[in-house]
């Protein structure tokens, strides 16, 4: 490698110690994707990146402006031949991969974020494609492209920026430039609370991690000294513990980017200003880190698919060996792309203007071909039928027919059945109550009631107590009003006989996002007295109206997808590299491990709801017998993620279900005749 280093054409003014940087910043990235505990906040290398790209790139088109020599062309066919060569190659090797793993719904959403890496807007792809049902996109093996969705949207703007800036003098530049880097902090600090996902993917909150690394390249283009003596001793040793603790403290729960983010990127920067100190010239000049520096685009590139693969095929998390394996692999891979794809083809030698038709071309061939891929709809006959019918019951749940997006109305179409001469059976809920509604609309349909089904996603049926999320500030307000008009409409309606509210009553215990407050008093702290009382008080509501009040004990939740991992035991390939990196789960078994935050309540809300003269009813006898619970039965498949049912299962959780006395136990998991819903109902 070191014979490929030194014939890698290095100008008079290359820095070994910013690949130093780069080196830093893509071996923590990797190894926190690995899972290494001491690197929880390996995450903030990307930021490392956005300051050294700012400096880099902004110091050559800020001198080009400043000359006269500034060419759109050239400049671009250098981001293209910089960029789109070793891209284009991870993304078709991604696609071939996929074409053996992956079921059809799982491939055509890689190629849309591969068309969307392709035209520089995957941050844009992936912020806008985060829903109730696809919180993040972790498994996506696109997503680590995020990051240059950001960089060559900054790149389209800055020139523009830096030539209307050219009339003034230098001082003025710096000064116009640090109040745009400001202004992108604020916007930064405030969508990092109000919305974190935009504050996460998208180029406003993130310009102002570039743009510091703009403002150091203008600076020193224009005069400025670097940090000389004993100052650039000080200064880098301090920026370079700064840099580590970062990397090591910082965790996946704090707020980022956010306040915490300035660590980083302005130990990134002073680094960067202290070219002469031994920690620059010993340290992250040193041939080992100039090396991983030299290939980091590369393995930024591969690390993450062939991570994602890993995950996407686990029975639970990966084992450490096959995550630091993969991490190995994506290594050798990016030796031989940057050796082999990125070397010759920097070279180039065609004119700006050629260069970029060229590559434009390209990326319309490739692009065909995803979007091909997109409109086959991930070509289902890659797959067995039985794959296919999984994504079929997955889909038909998450297309949350029942469910409401948005607390400001209570009313969804086919949703409600209320005849003027029937009683009606009433479920109020969160989106565990939208997926047990088939199974409560077949009992209605059965014994002859109207039905009417009132759910938002994450918002629990209590009274008095109120969900707050630490992502989204408005939830909270939003579900206090939806409850409020769902009790109301039920209280008020004589039809209303028989009311079901269920939720993922636990949810708060281990989700960091999420916490119960009482309205209007805030959170005291014992989250599971809050539950209790939240439930008593909404039974308590509705029974002194009048109703009969059964509380739905909430479905199993499960330590790994179920979906998930009824694929990676129906499509082959993915079934032998499954074998290979799961630590654990359900293997070819039918059952499989859960969590027990949940039974830690049982005792609470039954106790409370019968306190309150309602009836607390059992729904997973039919899944769980002795610390064993079934996620399928043979071919049937009763949840379609780690804790939603799909209908098959809503029927087996309501099979017990009786309004006039306590719930009997079904033998577990007893096969039964699936019944119509408004929902798609498929087994696999």
């Not at 055509?108 to 912020?127: K, P």
């Not at 498949?637 to 719930?663: I, N």
Request: hydrophobic fraction near 45%; include cysteine; aromatic fraction near 10%.
């Amino acid at each position: 490698m070191s014979k490929a280093i030194s014939q890698a054409g290095r100008s008079p003014s290359y820095r070994p110690d910013i690949d130093g940087l780069r080196a830093i910043a893509v071996s923590s990235v990797v190894l926190y994707h690995a899972g290494i505990p001491v690197l929880g906040g390996g995450f903030a290398g990307v930021d490392v990146f956005f300051v050294i790209s700012g400096f880099l790139i902004g110091t050559i088109i800020f001198q080009g402006v400043r000359t006269g020599s500034f060419s759109f062309a050239e400049f671009y066919a250098r981001r293209a031949r910089r960029i789109l060569p070793a891209l284009i190659a991870v993304i078709l090797m991604t696609m071939a991969i996929g074409s053996i793993l992956l079921s059809a719904v799982e491939f055509r959403g890689v190629a849309g974020s591969s068309l969307a890496a392709l035209l520089a807007v995957s941050n844009i792809h992936f912020e806008s494609s985060i829903s109730y049902f696809n919180p993040n996109a972790a498994l996506d093996p696109m997503l680590m492209t995020w990051s240059l969705g950001v960089e060559e949207q900054f790149y389209v703007v800055l020139p523009f920026i830096l030539i209307g800036l050219r009339r003034f003098n230098d001082r003025m530049v710096l000064t116009l430039l640090g109040m745009m880097v400001l202004a992108s902090l604020a916007l930064c600090i405030h969508y990092s609370v109000a919305a974190p996902a935009s504050a996460f993917y998208l180029l406003p909150a993130r310009a102002w991690e570039l743009g510091i690394g703009v403002m150091l390249g203008v600076w020193l283009a224009t005069g400025g000294k670097p940090a000389a003596g004993l100052a650039a001793e000080a200064i880098s040793v301090t920026a370079l513990i700064a840099l580590i603790a970062s990397l090591c403290l910082l965790s996946k729960s704090d707020i980022w980017p956010g306040w915490l983010t300035l660590v980083p990127v302005l130990a990134t920067a002073a680094l960067i200003t202290t070219p002469s100190a031994w920690v620059n010239r010993a340290l992250l000049g040193a041939g080992p880190m100039v090396g991983i520096g030299l290939i980091s685009y590369s393995w930024y590139l591969w690390h993450w698919p062939l991570m994602a693969f890993t995950h996407t095929a686990a029975i639970g998390d990966p084992h450490m060996a096959a995550t630091l394996g993969a991490a190995l692999l994506s290594l050798i891979f990016a030796y031989f792309s940057w050796r082999y794809i990125e070397l010759p083809f920097r070279k180039g030698g065609a004119k700006g203007s050629d260069t970029v038709r060229r590559y434009g071309a390209a990326m319309g061939v490739v692009a065909m071909l995803m979007a091909l891929t997109i409109s086959l709809n991930g070509v289902p006959s890659r797959v067995p039928d039985r794959a296919n019918r999984i994504d079929a019951t997955v889909m038909a749940v998450h297309s949350g027919q029942c469910m409401n997006s948005s607390g400001a109305t209570v009313d969804v179409p086919g949703c409600q059945n209320i005849p003027d001469d029937k009683q009606l059976v009433v479920l109020i809920g969160d989106s565990h109550a939208a997926a047990l509604a088939p199974a409560v609309i077949d009992y209605a349909k059965k014994t002859d009631k109207g039905w009417a089904i009132f759910s938002l996603g994450s918002c629990r049926p209590l009274a008095g107590i109120t969900l707050d999320k630490v992502n989204d500030p408005g939830f909270a307000t939003s579900c206090t009003k939806f409850m409020r008009k769902a009790f109301d409409w039920t209280r008020n309606n004589p039809n209303a006989t028989d009311v079901i509210v269920t939720g993922l009553w636990a949810g708060a215990l281990w989700n960091e996002n999420e916490r119960y407050t009482r309205i209007g008093a805030g959170p005291d702290g014992d989250q599971k007295a809050m539950i209790a009382e939240g439930v008593g008080s909404a039974v308590k509501l509705l029974v002194e109206s009048g109703k009969r009040v059964h509380v739905a004990q909430d479905t199993p939740y499960w330590e790994f997808d179920p979906a998930r991992a009824a694929l990676s035991q129906t499509i082959p390939a993915r079934k032998f590299l499954t074998d290979l990196v799961s630590s654990g789960g359900a293997g070819n078994s039918e059952f499989g491990a859960v969590k027990q935050q949940y039974l830690h309540l049982e005792s609470d809300i039954a106790k409370a709801t019968r306190k309150a003269g309602g009836r607390y009813f059992r729904t997973h006898d039919g899944f769980c017998n002795k610390g064993d619970c079934r996620y399928r039965f043979g071919e049937t498949l009763y949840f379609v993620d780690r804790s939603h049912l799909s209908p098959e299962g809503a029927a087996v959780a309501m099979a017990s279900f009786d309004t006039h006395g306590e719930t009997a136990k079904p033998p577990l998991a007893t096969p039964h005749r699936p019944h119509t819903s408004i929902l798609a109902r498929q087994s696999f």
